[in-house]
């Protein structure tokens, strides 16, 4: 995109101009492509390309967390949350170590997390030339076919069958940069350290997305070789101090999704229809699930993971919305898009090249408006919401994968819905025949749910009702659905998957025939989406990523995508209105905050240990990196690349992450290595990870 | 006001130049101001002014609701809903007349609605002159009470002590104009017929506030005199016709609050902070409520009316939402506050009298958005939204009005908070005595989710918390304070009342305790927002008023306020997005509407008279009428000033006629008088009421 570099330094100057001189902290960069004078003129540090190589080797992917290494013999610090399957895989009903912390007194005791991998990123290449060859002249399909295979190709040529190497081809800046990625990859992954879920999760939603806050989130793992503990010579030192208020920090991780590139028509929309109607009934399926918990144990039992997952889900909207609603951060972003709509504007060649996507995009809203409702509740993946189909009722999503996989299987793969494709078919199967335990009241809760509020916001009115519906009531159908459907048994989801479309006719099941049942009609309203907004969307949006590279190039960050980025910051409070807090809490606070009530309750080792504990020890604490959903666990560096903390969360307010960095209200919420030292000393007396650490 | 006529003629013409054609049928018209001749020009029809003087006397104003007299004999048509209590109250555990109905075979069999009044609007008189009068020169308390006062004594004068009639200083246009409203009061009113409730209600919650409809929520009252049928030669002609689409309607009613002066600046609070926190957490309660009422019968039987008026105000939430998120509603809004502002401006004299109320508001704002989520769930009265505290709990109400009934009755009248002024006292005390179910399990849920609720929007770090929950859980602490109570007996109560503050300090109940507890922190938020928010807006909106009735004078209709309203429009369906309808509905439509799962299952009645009814029979029908809450039981006129229905309801999208008319979305929902008629004598075999209307 060189021939536009003409006018891009002009450009760029007007957009610097557009941001606040303190939003010099913004930026979730690539490795290769991070602005070190900036970072060290703004932070006042002096770290080069070999404290970015350090840092990069140090840094670890592990599923959808990130983490970091901390000794020369594997050791990998993540957050406990990202532990969470690992430690209920390694439980048994008389062993629950999210009740007891999971505290192996030697690494022979170390227990090995199924499907687990830790990746670390060795080498980046341009293959953008020959990815764009490749696609030269082609055009829709033809044109994202011969891409991806190219794709694949160069992967299969960099790294061949190796299973240690794992090698991506990522598209960043939205397709105006490939980059080949290339991993170490370990797939003997062993838990080495959890605490007690209480002492990680302290506070509950509560205290979800905020701050002050007093978790020790973290966790050990280990990447194992032949049997053995990895030799990584290349790792983060730790540091046990106090960390500094005020310090400069670099945090690096695999933030997961950014939408820094919607235009204003787009975010009008997720704020007037998309948001208030996720969030709205999200909230009165959380009321019934909270009123269900209360009716015995085992009810609160078969609760607890859907409540903490729809408040989670619910607090990251309230936090979007709060964005959407702040004049200020809203302005500042309008001013961003009036400038780089200027810049194309008045550039012949590029505006003829990309045209106007402003315009498209806006021209799409009104159908993504009216069509919202009707595609998230009754067919899902609008990649615009939160609303899932069927309320997440394991026994529909069966149902449904059953009926569509017998339905798409029967077509050639290139005629297929995506995602029946060959190349997902075994993904599919992996989740069709997982064991998962499935619980009929919790089942009906979510249909019933799901149903009245299919019919309270597409109106009884709607033609979809009749399929939907029928004669039947929403308590009704689903109670009729639950108790006659088999799909709970995994055989019986085999034998019907393997039985292919005349199998799933011939089924008598209520849960499959239903499926079938209002498939025309969720058919009806995907293309509708597809045609109207998905379509148009996704080509406008390719438009407005063109120009935006061909304006600002790589001077620019590109949004998240789940590969490895870093940013900068400070450890910094926060003083604005619904934000107050300093940088730091310590044990002092803990034992302040804890009432002796849920979900305040200090497990019985943080009891035990308070007088061993040093009271103003640092527990947690907040820095101004740029972060989002994906950053969990990723390490906090100081300016000599030590290790300091770990990320575990952010605030509602820095939920407008998604949309735009806004350093007033950014916070990332990070557990400290002092506090992990503590709690491994004073109240888990794990002294073998000490000595690895090199604590004295 | 004269003196600022020079520039209103001009400023007129440009804010009917901001208003589209089609909004010729906007206006909650005084009957002292009511624009005929634009009114017959808009709708091609031949009223005078005796027309208006027989509609006025023909209108009744019926506790909240409003309705219409149908014969001679003091005959009153209203909605169903608007006799619920009276019903409920001549209902026993043995005969429940929501379930069967009432339908008395004579007037012998007339029931006494206790406590009921019915008051027709006899003569309006201008005392503005006389109320300025009395005030001029004075400021802020001294104002206001000088107004009072002299209200007082016109009301007095004109009334006497006379219990046939009532006179009210009514205050128009914020204060612009006070008119003597004098009323024929009649005390002694019966039922007369009541339908059974799920004939009213038909389609539940998921009908409400939309169209099409297909409920019969009509209901027969009838006044009396001496102990016989009142003489009211002055009613409506009943017209049991079919009524014809575009014909042009009148609708004569008590509309009960707009705010169409609200700022943009104001709207955009209500948009981003009030109603989306109103809105959450109602939705949470509802979900709480709808498992708790599946938990048995006796649950269901509890949860009924708090879901039936959760769902309500929930929905009328809705609406306004999707107002205020209207672009072009908003833009038309915003044209017609930059039309008036420009007014103001361009005369040096009214800005020097008014100042910028625009700006005072906006200035209001920022507190506004901080204070609302303290204000409404620690003591209420926000006077913008809908969160109560305490949700609602009736214990925790009793306790909060004997502490702060104990404390201000200590005090001289003139310095207690306005609710427990001397003239105040007996309604505070009707309130409290009164005999109502207090229900422990729905007292908890209430309870419980109030204070997770408080606890979550104030966030666990705010100071309240401290003394809303100290170290409790919000379930423990509700569970604590429920138990514990004694204040469900009206007699525990009464001892308390009249044992004032010492009985209140010495009292071991823990819910009195727990008000005395909370009690300064509701009262310093309360002041912090009376003296940042509710003052300053006062003041700004006085200011504005008093511009807009500088610039407009009475060409402009004032904001509802619960008097009497003249309204017009036509017959009309609505084709808008999400609203997209004919004019009517017939009884096939209910046939094929009735499901036979709740809530769309029809009456043994109505079951049994389907071969007699005739199919095409009009039920309901939407008419372009203005109208807002209050308007429940407007009688709706033909050209002729015939009745031909009964206002009932709105629509969702009519919701925003609370900050503007839309004439796009604005529709009234109507039972047709053809339908009444038809269910009197299909259903309900009510032959002597059909004599009485004159039907053959």
């Known amino acids: 995109m060189r021939h536009f570099a003409f006018f891009a330094s002009a450009a760029v100057l007007a957009f610097a101009a557009s941001v606040t001189p303190a939003a010099a902290e913004e930026g979730m960069w690539t490795y290769d492509n991070f602005p070190i004078a900036r970072a060290n003129e703004s932070l006042g540090t002096h770290i080069d390309q070999g404290f970015l190589d350090r840092l990069r080797l140090s840094s670890v992917k592990f599923g959808g967390c990130s ?32 009740e007891t912390g999971f505290l192996p007194k030697s690494r022979e005791e170390e227990l090995k997390c199924q499907g687990a991998t830790a990746e670390i990123l060795t080498d980046i290449s341009d293959v953008t030339e020959r990815i764009n060859k490749a696609a030269h002249g082609l055009e829709g399909q033809a044109f ?24 991506q081809v990522v598209s960043l800046y939205r397709g105006g940069q490939f980059k080949l990625y290339k991993f170490r990859k370990y797939d003997d992954v062993r838990l080495a350290w959890a605490p007690e879920d209480r002492a990680a999760t302290f506070g509950g939603d509560l205290d979800n997305f905020s701050f002050p806050r007093f978790a020790i989130d973290a966790a050990f793992i280990r990447v194992y070789e032949d049997g053995k503990p990895a030799q990584t010579p290349t790792h983060f030192t730790w540091n046990a101090d106090k960390p500094t208020e005020g310090e400069p920090v670099f945090l690096s991780g695999n933030p997961g999704s ?72 809203m302005d500042r972003l309008a001013g961003q898009e009036t400038v780089f709509r200027r810049s194309v504007a008045e550039s012949e060649v590029l505006s003829a090249q990309v045209g106007d996507p402003w315009a498209n995009l806006a021209a799409v809203q009104s159908d993504a408006r009216e069509l919202y409702a009707p595609m998230a509740l009754l067919e899902g993946g609008t990649g615009m919401g939160t609303t899932s189909v069927a309320g997440g009722s394991n026994l529909f999503g069966y149902a ?9 299987r029967a077509k050639p793969s290139a005629e297929r819905l995506a995602e029946y494709s060959d190349s997902r078919l075994s993904g599919v199967e992996a989740r069709l025949f997982a064991e998962r335990p499935t619980y009929p009241e919790l089942e009906q809760i979510r249909l019933e749910w799901w149903l009245s509020k299919t019919r309270e916001w597409l109106t009884v ?43 799933i006719q011939a089924s008598d099941d209520p849960m499959i025939q239903y499926a079938l049942r209002i498939d025309a009609d969720s ?9 109207k907004v998905d379509g148009p969307t996704s080509k406008a949006s390719e438009q407005l990523s063109a120009a935006r590279f061909a304006v600002y190039g790589d001077t620019v960050y590109p949004d998240a995508t789940g590969t490895l980025r870093l940013t900068y910051g400070k450890v910094e409070g ?110 888990y007396g794990l002294d073998h990870l000490l000595v690895e650490l090199g604590v004295k």
Not at 70 to 82: A, F, V
Not at 400 to 408: D, S, Y
Not at 523 to 531: G, H, I, L, Q, S
Request: proline letters at 4%; one cysteine or more.
């Open 461 to 503: 009115d709607s033609p979809y009702m009749a399929a939907l519906l029928g004669k039947e009531s929403p308590e009704g159908l689903s109670a009729r659905l639950v108790a006659g459907s088999k799909l709970a048994d995994p055989a019986v989801r085999r034998a019907l998957w393997e039985g292919g479309l005349a199998a």
């Open 144 to 167: 994202t076919r011969a891409r991806e295979s190219e794709a694949g190709r160069i992967e299969l040529e960099a790294c061949g069958t190796d299973k240690t190497i794992r090698c």
């Open 574 to 683: 926060s003083d604005v209105p619904g934000q107050r807090f300093g940088a730091f809490t310590t044990f002092a606070g803990l034992w302040d905050r804890a009432t002796g009530a849920e979900p305040f309750v200090l497990t019985p080792g943080l009891q035990a240990a308070r007088d061993r504990i040093d009271p103003n020890t640092v527990m947690n604490m907040a820095v101004s990196t740029d972060t989002i959903g994906g950053s969990s666990g990723s390490p906090v560096l100081n300016a000599k690349g030590e290790i300091i903390g770990a990320n575990f969360d952010s605030t509602v307010l820095s939920q407008r992450n998604a949309y735009g960095y806004d350093i007033r209200t950014n916070r990332s919420v990070i557990v400290t290595t002092q506090a992990v030292t503590t709690a491994l000393r004073d109240v």
């Open 523 to 531: 058919r009806a309203v995907r293309t509708d989406w597809e045609n």
């Open 258 to 329: 950014t939408q820094r590139l919607l235009t204003q028509a787009q975010l009008m929309t997720i704020r007037d229809v998309v948001l208030p109607m996720d969030q709205l009934i999200a909230s009165e399926l959380r009321g019934r699930l909270i009123r269900y918990s209360e009716e015995g144990d085992e009810q609160a039992f078969i609760a607890m993971d859907p409540i903490v997952g729809v408040e989670n889900t619910y607090k990251r909207g309230v936090g979007r919305m709060r964005a959407l609603t702040d004049a200020d951060f």
């Open 67 to 98: 983490a970091g290494l901390i000794s020369g013999e594997g050791l990998i610090m993540t957050n406990n949350h990202c532990v969470a399957t690992c430690v209920a895989n390694l439980s048994t009903p008389q062993l629950q170590y999210a």
């Open 400 to 408: 449904k994968t059953l009926v569509r996989g017998a339905q798409e």
